[in-house]
């Protein structure tokens, strides 16, 4: 079974430019999330889907983060214009029922690098 | 504000030993408590979650336990092996949001 799978693994953009994130969940799991991690920083909650739906957001920075899930499958998250401070390595992770067994399936990460 | 601790400094521990995790928090009531490994330039790989009304989980090698009066989680890996070493993260969840807050993490290294 393949895990969750996020694209790029790395991207380095400057400053005011666009990046778009990609996370491909694990097949059949509704619950989506992205998560942050700024270096020296703990990792951050960023948003939650449920399926298409957006669940929780309320760790977005701001209005130049758009994220994304169309038909329930694909997540993709978007930055733009881009910061310096967006720096860092996002995550995304997936889980079927999560009360069940509470388990977060994480992709590898995309780090992004603004210079 | 709420806020996770964990140990700051690396643990270095000889091999075969028992490494001992904290992880502390304050101004919270979290519904569950998670451990997780991260390796350099990988994701987090859940390793084991504990409920507030559990005192210990066990997981082949693993042990968590969880002490809500103290505010304090520990994670416990006997017989440690040099494969054992990595940054081991610990993370509340709230129960109704399903977001997790995250540790800093603290990392493990087992010298063979």
């Known amino acids: 079974e393949a895990g969750v799978t996020q694209f790029p693994s790395h991207s380095v953009i400057e400053k005011g430019q666009t990046v778009t994130l990609r996370c491909d969940p694990i097949?059949?799991?509704?619950?989506l999330y992205w998560y942050r991690r700024v270096m020296g920083k703990e990792i951050k909650f960023l948003l939650h889907?449920?399926?298409?739906?957006?669940?929780?957001e309320s760790g977005m920075p701001n209005n130049r983060f758009l994220a994304e899930r169309t038909g329930g499958t694909y997540s993709t998250l978007k930055v733009q214009p881009a910061e310096l401070e967006d720096s860092g390595v996002y995550f995304c992770?997936?889980?079927?029922?999560?009360?069940?067994?509470?388990?977060?399936?994480f992709g590898e990460g995309s780090r992004l690098t603004v210079l | 504000s709420q806020k996770i601790e964990q140990n700051s400094e690396a643990l270095n521990i000889q091999e075969g030993k028992t490494a001992t995790l904290t992880c502390n928090y304050t101004?919270?009531?979290?519904?569950?408590l998670q451990w997780y490994r991260q390796d350099p330039g990988r994701g987090p790989v859940f390793l084991l979650l504990?409920?507030?009304n559990e005192k210990e989980k066990r997981k082949e090698r693993l042990k968590v336990t969880f002490d809500t009066t103290l505010k304090q989680s520990l994670f416990h890996i006997t017989a440690s092996q040099p494969a054992d070493s990595a940054t081991y993260l610990c993370?509340?969840?709230?129960?109704?949001?399903?977001?997790?807050?995250w540790g800093l993490g603290t990392s493990l290294a087992v010298n063979p």
């Open positions: 992770a997936s889980s079927q029922d999560y009360r069940a067994t509470g388990e977060l399936f």
């Open positions: 097949s059949g799991h509704d619950n």
């Open positions: 889907f449920v399926k298409e739906s957006k669940q929780d």
């Open positions: 101004n919270y009531s979290p519904a569950y």
């Open positions: 504990i409920r507030e």
């Open positions: 993370a509340l969840d709230a129960g109704n949001n399903r977001k997790l807050i």
